[in-house]
Antibody
Framework: VQLVESGGGLVQPGGSLRLSCAAS????????MSWVRQAPGKGLEWVAN????????YYVDSVKGRFTISRDNAKNSLYLQMNSLRAEDTAVYYC??????????WGQGTLVTVSS | SSELTQDPTVSVALGQTVRITCQGD??????GSWYQQKPGQAPILVMY???NRPSGIPDRFSGSTSGNTTSLTITGAQAEDEADYYC???????????FGGGTKLTVL
C-alpha cells in the first residue's frame, strides 16, 4: 500500500490550493478515504472523509463550506480542494485509508503554509 | 476541543510497563484506535478494535477498553517506543472522526 500526497505549498490568506493523493497497492475503489492534518507542533486533526463511490462526504466543522473532498476511482486518486484558506489551516496534510474508525495506512504528508 | 482526552505526557523506565489512556463518551459506543508518531514521520497504526495489532507491530503493545476509556499498554518499554501516541475514534454523532490531544511518551 502506498499513498503519496502532492500539491502543498505557500498560499496567501484567502487563496486556494488543491491537494492530491495517489494511491497504489490496493483496490482504491473499495475503501473510504480521509484527509488528516497536523499543524506545526500540534496534534492530529481529522479533516474530511469520502465513501467508496463518493456518495457520502463528511467534514470537520472548521472546514465545512471551504474545503471539498473528492475522488477519481479510475485514477486511484483522492483530492482536497481548499478555498478561502486561513492562517490556521497551515499544517501537514495526510491522506489515509479509512477503515471507518481507524486509519490503516498513511501517506508521508504535504505541507500547506498559509501566510502573506 | 477534542472529544477524546489524553494525558499530555507520560514517562516509563526502560523495560517497565506503561499504560496510556484515552477517555471520551463516544468510546462507550465505538472502538478506539492508537497511532505512534515519531518526529518528522507520519503516524502509524499500532492498535485498533478490541485488541488488534497490525502486522509488524511488536506484541509488547496491547489494547483494552472499559467504559469510556481505551488504553494502550506497552509491556517492557523499549527506547524506540519513545514517541507521541494518539487515540482516535468516532465522535458522539458517529459521523465524524476525532483524535485525542496526544501523549508524549518518554522512556527513561
Amino acid at each position: 500500500v502506498q499513498l503519496v500526497e502532492s500539491g502543498g505549498g505557500l498560499v496567501q490568506p484567502g487563496g486556494s490550493l488543491r491537494l492530491s493523493c495517489a494511491a497504489s497497492g490496493f483496490t482504491f475503489s473499495s475503501y473510504w478515504m480521509s484527509w488528516v492534518r497536523q499543524a506545526p507542533g500540534k496534534g492530529l486533526e481529522w479533516v474530511a472523509n469520502i465513501k467508496q463511490d463518493g456518495s457520502e462526504k463528511y467534514y470537520v466543522d472548521s472546514v465545512k463550506g471551504r474545503f471539498t473532498i473528492s475522488r477519481d476511482n479510475a485514477k486511484n486518486s483522492l483530492y482536497l480542494q481548499m478555498n478561502s484558506l486561513r492562517a490556521e489551516d497551515t499544517a501537514v496534510y495526510y491522506c489515509a485509508r479509512d477503515a471507518m474508525y481507524y486509519f490503516e495506512y498513511w501517506g508521508q504528508g504535504t505541507l500547506v503554509t498559509v501566510s502573506s | 476541543s477534542s472529544e477524546l482526552t489524553q494525558d499530555p505526557t507520560v514517562s516509563v523506565a526502560l523495560g517497565q510497563t506503561v499504560r496510556i489512556t484515552c477517555q471520551g463518551d463516544s468510546l462507550r459506543s465505538y472502538y478506539g484506535s492508537w497511532y505512534q508518531q515519531k518526529p518528522g514521520q507520519a503516524p502509524i497504526l499500532v492498535m485498533y478494535g478490541k485488541n488488534n495489532r497490525p502486522s509488524g507491530i511488536p506484541d509488547r503493545f496491547s489494547g483494552s477498553t472499559s467504559g469510556n476509556t481505551t488504553s494502550l499498554t506497552i509491556t517492557g518499554a523499549q527506547a524506540e517506543d519513545e514517541a507521541d501516541y494518539y487515540c482516535n475514534s468516532r465522535d458522539s454523532s458517529g459521523n465524524h472522526l476525532v483524535f485525542g490531544g496526544g501523549t508524549k511518551l518518554t522512556v527513561l
